[in-house]
């Protein structure tokens, strides 16, 4: 079968143009502020000012390579050898630069023209490699504070979230001895399954040209109401035909978070309701290994977002519902009911159609054995989607089983929670993309196909891994 091509960074009307050329560089300058504002704070420890003069020199050297466009380069040995991770990277620029693509003069497997998933994973391991060689910053997250100012600027929503659930659990959930009534639970289920949604909205690296309230927008609980309309594929019916019917002990759901602050908590609550509700015995969270794509999870990403529930200063209203909250996650923590992984998988180029038996040398088959214990693995946001899809140009009405090729068929129950914010986007009916397309234009001015990137559209897709 021959593959739709991917997106590339010299597609004029696919959003990788803009954000190579746009939002890359806001974003590696955003982080040279970042590092020289933590170094002028610690001033009087000169090793650490002076490691950090060497991070700045480093990002500033990428920006100056995107911005003239030169050859992405290898990652060398030494590097190879401390991460080993990283050898993925080169092999794939190996096997871009032996395609057909790469024999012409008019593709030069640069900044501005390669694809753009790879493009985009290789800049966050180019800055990631920077940050590791410097011992005292081994452990700084460089986008640390951002994500912190953003989860602080989502509190109204963390409020909301945070008394929905105390009231639900006095009235319902703290009752319950056995799973929650089909019927309440179906509409719970899809409650929950919104906010997880479109808890997605929030994505540090958009915030590189948008405002935060513009951002925030989409959390309430009115504005989820509202959006509905905009999930143009919808699966939840059938995976809550297939959750409600599973037997009833033994379940375990995973998640593989996106963005930390306001989407894990969305996605925390989701665990809770699972959990409280019996549809889920054990749930597992998978979570990077480094900072990526700005503002996604790691593990430390959750302790610091239970201390945020806590601190009165960081969050002072609600503070019952808040407490409440956080309580029955660390609970639930401590009986092991809720876990914590990470793999280096997530933070490699490779799309996961390598979640498989035969990757041994990448991390895919350590996580396919894990996910495959698994009932439901929900895989939240963009750039999961974007990796599920391996980021190609299928056509908007394909169907989602056939995009994420052999993941189809592995047996393993995976849904996609994603807002659209890049240009791949499946499992839509004929004449949406049209449609979208021309409201999009008239409505901006930009280019249509860009709807498909604005965050305004969502989809909800389900494979149950048993195509044939
Ligand atoms: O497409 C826009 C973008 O910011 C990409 O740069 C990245 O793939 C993605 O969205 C990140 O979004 P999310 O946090 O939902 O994965
Ligand atoms: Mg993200």
New binding site residues.
């Given amino acids: 079968m021959s593959l739709p091509e991917y997106y590339y960074n010299d597609d004029t009307n696919s959003?990788a143009f803009s954000?190579c050329r746009e939002?890359w560089p806001k974003i590696l300058q955003d982080a040279i502020d970042d590092v020289n504002a933590t170094s002028a704070h610690l001033q009087n420890d000169s090793t650490f000012a002076n490691q950090g003069q060497e991070i700045v020199k480093g990002i500033s050297q990428i920006r100056h390579e995107l911005e003239t466009d030169t050859p992405l380069s290898k990652f060398t040995d030494k590097q190879v050898a401390e991460v080993p991770g990283l050898s993925s990277f080169n092999a794939t620029l190996d096997k871009f630069l032996s395609s057909n693509r790469y024999d012409s003069k008019h593709h030069q497997l640069s900044w501005l023209s390669a694809p753009w998933l790879f493009t985009?994973c290789y800049l966050y391991r180019r800055v990631d490699a920077l940050v590791k060689t410097q011992p005292k910053w081994v452990n700084y997250d460089i986008f640390h504070n951002l994500k912190q100012k953003s989860f602080k600027s989502s509190a109204v929503a963390v409020y909301e979230l945070a008394k929905r659930y105390k009231a639900l659990h006095e009235e319902t959930f703290s009752k319950l001895n056995n799973p929650i009534d089909l019927e309440f639970g179906k509409i719970l289920f899809k409650e929950y399954i919104d906010v997880c949604l479109w808890g997605?909205k929030i994505?540090l690296?958009?915030l590189a040209n948008k405002s935060q309230n513009e951002v925030h927008s989409g959390q309430s609980a009115k504005a989820r109401q509202e959006a509905e309309k905009n999930i143009l594929s919808n699966d939840t019916e059938q995976i809550w035909e297939y959750l409600s019917t599973l037997p009833k002990e033994n379940k375990r759901i995973d998640f593989v978070l996106?963005?930390s602050g306001f989407e894990t908590f969305t996605d925390l609550n989701f665990a809770l309701f699972l959990l409280d509700t019996k549809l889920a015995s054990q749930v597992v969270i998978h979570c990077k290994t480094r900072p990526w794509?700005v503002?996604?999870s790691l593990i430390k990403d959750i302790d610091i977002l239970l201390n945020d529930l806590t601190d009165a200063n960081f969050f002072p209203e609600s503070r019952d519902e808040l407490t409440f909250t956080h309580d029955k996650i660390k609970k639930y923590l401590e009986s092991g009911a809720i876990s914590l992984q990470d793999s280096e998988f997530w933070t490699i180029d490779l799309d996961y159609w390598n979640i498989d038996p035969s990757n041994t040398k990448y991390y895919g088959a350590a996580l396919y054995h894990e996910l495959s214990k698994s009932d439901l693995v929900f895989i939240?946001?963009?750039?999961?989607y974007?990796k599920l899809t391996a980021d190609r140009k299928w056509p908007k009405t394909e169907k989602f089983t056939k995009a994420i090729g052999p993941l189809a068929s592995t047996g393993l129950k995976i849904v996609a929670l994603?807002?659209c914010?890049?240009d791949v986007t499946v499992g839509l009916p004929e004449g949406v993309n049209e449609a979208l397309i021309d409201k999009w234009h008239k409505e901006t001015d930009e280019i249509g196909e860009l709807w498909s990137?604005s965050g305004n559209w969502a989809v909800i897709s389900f494979s149950k891994g048993d195509l044939k």
Wanted: no cysteine.
């Fill in positions: 959003f954000t939002r985009e997605n994505d690296s958009l996106d963005n794509m503002s996604d939240k946001g963009d750039l999961n974007r994603r807002t914010k890049a990137s």
